[in-house]
Every structure is written in C-alpha cells, then in structure tokens.
C-alpha cells in the first residue's frame, strides 16, 4: 500500500496567487481529512469527507480557502488568493468507516507565501 | 486548555531509558489515540485506546487511560534514538471519532 500521497511537498508562492494542494487517499479508505499545522496553532482540523461529500468544513479559516473530491482516489485543497498567514505545513489523511481504525497522514505540504 | 493537551512540552533523555508523556482532554471520548511525528514527516499512529480499557501495549509502549481523570499516559521503555519525535494524543470532540482534536504535542529527543 503506497499510503497518502500528497503533492507538492515543497510550494513557494507570492502573495495574491492561487495555491492548489492535492491529495490521493488510500484505497478504500472512506474518509478524507485535511488538517494544517503551524506552531502557533498546532494541528487543525479544515474539513473532512465522506465518501466524497464535505461533512464538516467549520475549521476552513476564510472563504478563500475551498476544497474538493471529486472521486474517491483525489481531493484538492485550494487557497485563492493565498496570503503570508497562510504559510503552514497542509496535511491530507485519510480512514476507513470504523470509527476506531487511525488515520493515515501524507507527508504534509510545505507552504510558504512570500 | 485544549481538548487533548500533552505534557511535558518537551522531554530529553538518554537512550536506555524511559519516557513518560501525559495527556488531559476535557469531553467525554470513544477513543484517545497517540500520534508520533518525525521531524519533516506526516503523524504516524501509535495506538489506540477505548474509553473501556485502562491499559494497552503495543511493543515497547505502554498506554494507559483514566476516564475518571480524563487522562492518558504514553510511556515508552528501553528508549532508542529512533524515538527521537513529537508525540500527540488525539481524541474526538463532541462524541465524533473523524473530527480529531490534537495537541500540541511532546517534543521527546533520546540522546544516543
């Protein structure tokens, strides 16, 4: 099993322009989380799905923050327009439907807004 | 504090010996999980607890839980460099095991 992929894992932008962070999750897995970690803040929850469908999004800081999945294998995580304080290591993971299975974590997007 | 809060912030030792990391939530959990993370790497899970189990191993890890106190130990023994990692507990909020409150984790370092 090739685990949660994640891409790019290194992203240098300026401020203003449009970030897009994708993710595959591991097959068969029926939840998708996308967390961001900053050492201020810690790891947080953004949103998560279901089988494809966004279940919570409380955690999206703004309404320049937008994410997707479009099938079971694919999301993305967008930030139009991206800012400095936007810069943080983005995690994707992903879960079976037994609520007592982990989570399995990607190894992060390292963003950073110039 | 946060719901899943660690401590001590940060812990040194040498190889050989044990760590011993806590953590105190504040709702009532399923679960509490413990999460490690390398330097530069996504959260690897450890283990899981129930909330109806007081003890589990896994390897050279110990959890413990008590839901009185709602606390958590992690103890790690025989400790060897590769243990050098943040390690997070995480639990559900609100009843809900997928929305994950972490904190802000134990930064361990076993010097060889």
């Known amino acids: 099993d090739a685990g949660v992929i994640q891409s790019p894992r290194h992203e240098v932008t300026e401020m203003g322009q449009e970030v897009t962070l994708r993710c595959k999750p591991i097959?068969?897995?029926?939840?998708l989380f996308w967390y961001r970690q900053t050492m201020m803040r810690g790891l947080e929850l953004l949103i998560y799905?279901?089988?494809?469908?966004?279940?919570?999004d409380s955690g999206m800081p703004e309404d320049r923050f937008s994410a997707k999945m479009p099938n079971a294998s694919f999301s993305t995580l967008k930030i139009q327009p991206s800012e400095p304080r936007d810069s943080a290591v983005y995690f994707c993971?992903?879960?079976?439907?037994?609520?007592?299975?982990?989570?399995?974590f990607g190894d992060g997007t390292r963003l950073s807004i110039l | 504090s946060q719901q899943g809060e660690e401590d001590p912030q940060a812990l040194s030792i040498q190889e050989g010996e044990n760590a011993t990391m806590n953590c105190s939530y504040k709702?009532?959990?399923?679960?509490l999980q413990w999460y490690r993370q390398n330097s530069g790497r996504g959260l690897v899970h450890l283990i899981l607890i129930r909330s109806n189990e007081r003890e589990k191993h896994s390897g050279r890890l110990r959890v413990t839980l008590d839901t009185s106190k709602k606390s958590s130990s992690l103890l790690i023994t025989a400790s060897r460099a590769a243990d050098t990692a943040s390690y997070f507990c995480a639990t559900g909020r609100g009843g809900s095991n997928y929305k994950l409150t972490f904190g802000k984790g134990t930064l361990l370092t076993v010097n060889p």
């Open positions: 097959s068969g897995h029926d939840y």
């Open positions: 709702t009532s959990i399923n679960n």
């Open positions: 799905f279901n089988n494809n469908v966004p279940i919570d």
């Open positions: 993971a992903s879960s079976s439907v037994d609520k007592n299975q982990p989570q399995h």
